[in-house]
């Protein structure tokens, strides 16, 4: 018995030996060539990569826009330049708004040339079944009238081709972000020709930013008399969007606030696209437009007239381009969102106050007071139910305790109970039903307006749409310390939310306890849940409380006196 466990054991180590010598001396020398050999790979991949990189420089956006003969773009919200070979709009830059807040900050940059990384060109152009170089391309050298575009001075441009048919461009503007191009083909040749008219929009886009759903950025447009929306990441899942031979009225690439859109010639129909692809490395987008083809004969002449708009969405120049060129729903590029019949009311007055007191702060307050007087009667039916229901609440009481054991009598009792007594549970909830709407609406217009961008107020708060920069704890800026961003609780979400409490208070208690409980939480959830929201919404809430405030201690102070 112990010589065979003797033996056993003795297999046992030889065995283990054997593995191990085996992984020792065989597999692990093994395992570090082919490691070494992967390693070395790698490196030989990378160095290529850093190759290819080098041979494969993409310039600076000045080096891009110096690479080629260029007509300026000069007005009082504009400055750039249009691209000779190819007849690019590849160059703008708007001069009415900066990146950001800071003293030395750059004017925001709207187009950027091709082979720039930012590529964002807008391009107007023919397109012939016939053989390369029959119509003008992107290759195309055009000759130009003069050398700068303004206002009041427009440009023309020509180019004729081989058989001596003449193309020629019209490029007018005005002080705004609107250029007209009137596009001509002049058929000087002895035979028929056929030409399609087209437009694109083409964008090198890539953010780190995660795009919020509160508004639509990407591709857009209104075909047939419908608006038409697509996410970036929807089309770059989907490659492409098509519409054959449809009613274009507008169509084109927005940001939260700009946009550059087409409005194609009215007296056609086009073919519409909206298309994604990974090209050198960069996501591109385009959104175009192409006309069904016509025949030019000999000696005849035909023309096209189309806009383009690239600049800031301000909401009175988009609807003064709508009713002045009858473009079909071109204030949606501003993502109003599902109560547009509410939010543009909203904006349409903070701006018409805005425009007398010159503060839009001032105008929200103003605003709010507006919306509690249309509001005060029902608020006031509102606080007489709830403390009506609180007078009831033992009565209430007696009823639950009487009918513990039926719901269905329960129920029944209760609402004859209401009934008789001529009270409404639900009226108490019917003024914070509609200041839903009203409140969200007024967080739309403060996040999507352009008008809202870096509006100050008085004091800290530099820029409405965004959120308070003061904290708490670092003793609203008095430490040297900047706290992480969930720490960041300003002063207007402080005064909010002790509005909040403060109107709690003076307002009746709900009679369930255990909803009075959870309403004692609400301003400090209300304090941490708004603390991100943009400034602008955190003092139209607050002043609202404060409006609230009184209004409670008159209707207390009235009743005392009927008593």
């Known amino acids: 018995m112990n010589h065979n466990l003797t033996n056993l054991i003795a297999a046992m180590v030889i065995s283990i030996g054997i593995i191990f010598g085996w992984q020792y001396f065989y597999e692990r020398p093994k395992l570090e060539k082919l490691a070494q050999e992967q390693k070395t790979y790698d490196q030989q991949i990378e160095k290529l990569k850093k190759e290819q990189a080098a041979a494969t420089v993409v310039p600076d956006r000045q080096t891009a826009i110096d690479y080629n003969e260029r007509v300026k773009i000069i007005s009082p919200s504009l400055s750039g330049s249009i691209s000779l070979k190819g007849l690019r709009f590849d160059d703008l830059t708007l001069l009415k708004y900066k990146q950001d807040l800071s003293e030395n900050s750059n004017y925001v940059e709207l187009f950027s040339p ?128 098509k519409f054959l031979q449809s009613s274009v009225a507008w169509l084109g690439i927005t940001d939260k606030y700009w946009l550059t859109a087409f409005v194609p010639d009215r007296n056609s129909t086009y073919s519409s696209n909206f298309n994604y692809a990974l090209n050198g490395g960069f996501d591109k987008f385009q959104t175009d437009f192409i006309a069904p083809a016509k025949i030019v004969e000999p000696d005849e002449e035909i023309s096209v007239t189309h806009r383009l708009f690239a600049g800031a969405k301000k909401v009175d120049l988009l609807d003064k381009y709508e009713k002045l060129y009858n473009i079909e729903l071109f204030d949606r590029a501003i993502d109003f969102g599902w109560f547009y019949l509410i939010t543009k009311p909203v904006f349409t007055a903070l701006n018409f106050f805005h425009d007398y007191v010159g503060n839009f702060g001032i105008s929200i307050l103003i605003v709010t007071i507006l919306i509690k007087l249309a509001l005060f009667s029902l608020a006031n039916k509102s606080y007489r139910s709830m403390k009506k229901l609180k007078e009831l609440q033992p009565e209430i009481d007696r009823i639950k305790h009487l009918y513990n054991n039926d719901k269905t009598r329960l129920n029944q009792e209760t609402m004859e109970f209401y009934k008789r007594e001529k009270v ?40 409405l749409s965004a959120p308070d920069p003061t904290s708490i704890f670092n003793l609203f800026g008095l430490l040297p310390y900047t706290p992480p961003g969930f720490l960041s609780i300003g002063a207007w979400p402080i005064i909010m939310a002790l509005s909040m409490y403060l109107q709690q208070r003076m307002s009746p208690a709900p009679a369930d306890p255990m909803q009075a409980q959870m309403m004692r939480f609400m301003p400090l959830i209300f304090l941490v849940m708004f603390s991100s929201f943009p400034a602008g919404l955190l003092i139209y809430w607050s002043w609202n409380n404060i409006l609230s405030i009184i209004q409670q201690y008159y209707i207390n102070k009235l009743d005392k006196a009927n008593s």
Not at 188 to 197: A, D, G, L, N, R
Not at 209 to 233: R, W
Not at 427 to 453: A, D
């Open 114 to 241: 091709a082979q720039s990384k930012e590529s964002y060109f807008a391009e107007i152009g023919w397109f012939s079944s016939n053989a390369e170089g029959y119509v003008p391309n992107s290759n195309t050298l055009w000759q130009t009238d003069g050398n700068e575009l303004t206002p009041k001075q427009p440009v023309n441009l020509s180019w004729t081709n081989p058989d001596g048919v003449q193309f020629l461009v019209n490029i007018n503007m005005d002080e705004d972000y609107l250029f007209t191009v009137k596009q001509t083909t002049v058929n000087k040749s002895t035979k028929p020709i056929s030409i399609q008219h087209y437009g694109l929009l083409n964008r090198n886009y890539h953010s780190d930013e995660k795009l919020v759903n509160i508004l639509h950025q990407g591709p857009i447009g209104v075909i047939n008399s419908k608006l038409e929306e697509y996410s970036y990441d929807s089309l770059k899942d989907d490659k492409s969007k």
């Open 424 to 463: 409404n549970p639900f009226s108490g909830c019917l003024p914070l039903l509609i200041q839903i709407p009203i409140f969200f609406s007024i967080y739309k217009v403060l996040y999507v307006t352009i008008e809202m961008r870096q509006a100050p107020f008085f004091g800290w708060i530099k820029d």
